[in-house]
């Protein structure tokens, strides 16, 4: 196998840990304790992307992998695989757990599987505007820690990261879910058919991760990077 199938395998792996444990902790907890579903989280991708950012860069988030491509930190062809893997590990998480998961548990009110939701009050445009902000502040981290050679990337970049997730899921996850990735969505949204509001979690993480990237990349690499003659 070479070295993108076994990176490949390595996002399939981290993402599906994330969906595993962060919707777990939803369903779990009957979406009641807001702590314990931030921290599933946060630690299950501080923990993921310690274990695998040697291999694969430790991704597990199409939004992350569109500004990585957009700033031309990840080819094209690799970035296609590796969303790819992304969804196939969500969707493999999601149907595990609406298979192992009692269904009075899976399908009750206000878990839904673990997918995420837009709160009652909350506009649908607004939605979108707190999934791009908190997709932003996680992109800028990982720029910043991973992407910028001038980062802690070896050291604290997975707890840096874990706790971005966390600390966007406290603040916004009453209001959209705080997906922060399509892929966190897609994969429950599948298994439980429910595809209500499906753009929120595309365009807000999608556009936040871009404008997050490209601003990083501007302001502090573009001047780092070599010329090419």
Same mark, same amino acid.
């Given at each position: ?9 390595? *996002? ?7 969906? =595993? =444990? ?6 779990? &907890? ?29 991704? @597990? ?6 500004? /990585?491509?957009? %700033? ?11 969303? /790819?893997?992304? /969804?196939?590990?969500?969707?493999? $998480? ?8 009692? $269904? *009075?548990? =899976? ?23 707190? *999934? $791009?902000?908190?997709? =932003? ?11 910028? *050679? ?5 050291? &604290?970049?997975?707890? %840096?990261?874990? /706790? ?5 899921? @406290? ?5 959209? !879910? ?8 897609? !994969?429950?949204?599948?298994? &439980? ?24 990349? @501007? ?11």
């Amino acid at each position: 196998m070479d070295n993108v199938g076994k990176a490949s395998i390595a *996002e399939f792996i981290g993402t599906f840990a994330l969906i =595993f =444990f962060g919707a777990g902790a939803i369903i779990m &907890t009957g979406n009641s304790d807001l702590v314990a579903i931030a921290l599933a989280h946060g630690l299950a991708i501080a923990i993921m992307v310690s274990l695998m950012a040697h291999i694969s860069g430790g991704v @597990f988030n199409p939004a992350i992998q569109v500004a /990585l491509w957009v %700033t031309g930190k990840m080819p094209t062809a690799r970035s296609a695989v590796y969303i /790819l893997a992304q /969804l196939l590990g969500a969707v493999a $998480a999601a149907f595990v757990l609406k298979y192992a998961t009692p $269904a *009075e548990l =899976f399908d009750a009110q206000g878990v839904t599987g673990g997918i995420p939701a837009v709160a009652p009050a909350v506009a649908i445009g607004k939605a979108i505007v707190i *999934e $791009a902000i908190l997709t =932003f502040f996680l992109v800028w981290a990982v720029f910043a820690t991973a992407v910028d *050679e001038r980062g802690p990337f070896a050291k &604290t970049a997975g707890f %840096t990261i874990g /706790l971005v997730i966390t600390i966007d899921i @406290f603040a916004g996850g009453a209001y959209t !879910g705080a997906a922060m990735n399509p892929a966190r969505w897609f !994969g429950p949204a599948l298994a &439980t058919g429910d595809w209500t509001n499906w753009w929120v979690w595309i365009v807000g993480p999608v556009a936040g991760g871009i404008i997050a990237g490209v601003g990083y990349w @501007f302001l502090y690499l573009r001047d780092r990077e070599p010329v090419t003659p």
